[in-house]
C-alpha cells in the first residue's frame, strides 16, 4: 500500500451517512412503484428481480438498462424524488473531519449528480468535495465496473490509483479498485473480502482508523 495518499473517493449512499436512517428504504420502494408502473413487471416478481440485477449488474438500473427499454434520466429522477431533509440532518462532525483532511476528495456514487448534491447539502458537507461523478458522468456505467474507476482519475486529473483511497459500504465495489492499485476502506457491517484493505464502522472513524491519510 501507498506511504502517501493524495486523493480520496468517496461512494455516497450508506457511506458518507448511516444507511440506518431510512432513506435507501424510500429509494427502494420508488425503484420498485416506477418498476411496476412504468416497466409492468409484476409486484411481486420485482423484489427478487431487483437481487438479480444488483449481483450480477451492481445496480438495478443496470439491468433495466441491459433487458428493457428505458430512460435512465427518467428513472434516476424518479427514484431520487424523495424529501432527503427528513432523513439526512447536518453534520458538523464529518464536516469537521473531511475539512481536516488534506487531501482531494470526490464523490464516486452509482446515484445521479442531483441526488448526491441534495445528500451533501443535507449534510452541510457539500463545499468539502472537487466534484460528483455520477451514474451520468460515467456515460451510465456503474461500480464494480473498473470503466468507472479509470474515468473517475482520468476526470480527477490523471491521479495514479497508487495515491488514491476508495470508500464503499458495497464490499464487491472495491474489488476493481483493489486491482487497480486504490487503498481500500470498507464501511459498515458487511462482510469483508480480499479486497479490503481497511474496514470502519462509519465514515467519522476514517482518520483515526487510518494513519496514513495523516502522512
Not at 435512465?72 to 432527503?84: G, K, N
Not at 470526490?106 to 446515484?111: A, P, R, V
Not at 476526470?155 to 464503499?168: E, M, R
Request: proline content about 7%; hydrophobic content about 40%.
Amino acid at each position: 500500500m501507498p506511504m502517501q495518499i493524495k486523493a480520496i473517493f468517496l461512494d455516497l449512499d450508506g457511506t458518507v451517512y448511516s444507511p440506518d436512517n431510512g432513506i435507501w428504504e424510500k429509494i427502494a420502494a420508488r425503484m420498485e412503484i416506477y418498476m411496476h408502473q412504468v416497466l409492468s413487471i409484476p409486484k411481486n416478481d420485482i423484489p427478487e428481480l431487483r437481487k438479480k440485477y444488483f449481483i450480477k449488474y451492481g445496480t438495478t438500473l443496470k439491468g433495466l438498462q441491459t433487458n428493457f427499454i428505458i430512460d435512465p434520466e427518467d428513472y434516476l429522477s424518479f427514484v431520487h424524488d424523495i424529501p432527503v431533509g427528513e432523513f439526512i440532518k447536518r453534520d458538523e462532525s464529518l464536516r469537521q473531519i473531511l475539512n481536516n483532511l488534506p487531501q482531494s476528495k470526490w464523490i464516486l456514487t452509482n446515484s445521479n449528480k442531483e441526488h448526491a448534491i441534495r445528500v451533501l447539502t443535507a449534510l452541510g458537507v457539500e463545499d468539502q468535495f472537487k466534484d460528483i461523478f455520477g451514474v451520468a458522468e460515467m456515460q451510465y456505467h456503474n461500480k464494480p465496473d473498473p470503466y468507472v474507476f479509470q474515468q473517475a482519475l482520468e476526470n480527477a486529473g490523471g491521479i495514479p490509483p497508487s495515491k488514491c483511497l476508495f470508500v464503499d459500504d458495497i464490499p464487491q465495489n472495491l474489488v476493481p479498485a483493489w486491482e487497480m492499485g486504490f487503498t481500500t476502506v470498507l464501511v459498515g457491517n458487511n462482510p469483508q473480502n480480499f479486497a479490503t484493505h481497511y474496514s470502519i464502522d462509519r465514515i467519522h472513524d476514517l482518520p483515526d482508523a487510518i494513519p496514513i491519510l495523516k502522512d
